[in-house]
């Protein structure tokens, strides 16, 4: 992995969800976007928007950035390349919002809505667990399905039904609709794979020798390929 710092990282809870993502690619599903001025259930500003995010983080160190970072993000995380991301239709930076632009943006809301834009869009700060937080510091990327393509949620009343919580601790899996709308990659546009400890990396190496397709796209993987993508992956603990 080269300590220039060209990559954007996507973050995982658990260690399964590594190996379904070289399996399937980036499969979208809803994520709550709250950009509403009040606590309204029924305002239109909170909205369910199919998404995969992705963060952009300053540190060369890698393992100094998953140590520090908020650990409700996972311990697991797959490192793409900016030049990936750049040639992905609908992936773009956030706009953070201070306090200030929200009143205008909820002015308009409906054009923004029916143009996807506010998609992008995320309050500078906000709560999480009772204390302010500085949503900036994630400096996000994202990757949406506009809603042009398939239906949005609005109304946090509405997402609060879909997502089940806390009667379903996980969210529902992605709809066959959103799976079409699958993010896929290839070998030379992963920085690096990172796990816990050896044998999460030894596990990888197994499942790559079976894997049957990689990141959705029917496509085998050499043994060349194989061992390329068993050197991308990286044990944190270690550095």
Not at 21 to 40: I, M, Q, S
Not at 60 to 81: Q, V
Not at 115 to 123: A, D, L, M, N, Q
Not at 158 to 179: F, I, S, V
Request: net charge negative; aromatic share 12%; proline share 5%.
């Amino acid at each position: 992995m080269s300590s220039k710092h060209n990559f954007i990282i996507h973050r995982f809870e658990e260690f399964y969800r590594i190996i379904e993502v070289l399996t399937e690619g980036f499969v979208p599903n809803y994520h709550a976007e709250d950009l509403r001025l009040l606590k309204d259930p029924t305002d239109v500003m909170f909205i369910g928007v199919p998404m995969i995010s992705f963060g952009d983080i300053e540190d060369t160190d890698i393992s100094e950035f998953m140590k520090n970072a908020d650990p409700d993000y996972g311990k697991y995380a797959i490192l793409m390349k900016k030049e990936w991301a750049l040639r992905q239709r609908w992936m773009s930076p956030v706009w953070y919002i201070t306090d200030d632009m929200l009143n205008p943006i909820n002015r308009n809301c409906k054009a923004l809505l029916e143009s996807g834009i506010v998609g992008y869009c995320k309050k500078y700060t906000s709560e999480w667990m009772g204390n302010p937080y500085n949503n900036y510091a994630e400096r996000e990327w994202r990757y949406t399905v506009p809603i042009t393509e398939v239906k949005w949620i609005h109304t946090k009343k509405a997402y609060d039904k879909w997502r089940k919580y806390p009667l379903l601790t996980k969210r529902p899996a992605p709809t066959e609709e959103l799976e079409k709308y699958t993010l896929k990659f290839d070998i030379e546009d992963i920085e690096g794979i990172l796990v816990s400890n050896k044998k999460e990396q030894e596990e990888i190496r197994r499942f790559l020798n079976s894997i049957k397709y990689f990141s959705g796209t029917k496509r085998h993987l050499s043994p060349r390929e194989i061992d390329k993508l068993s050197d991308l992956v990286i044990v944190i603990e270690d550095h």
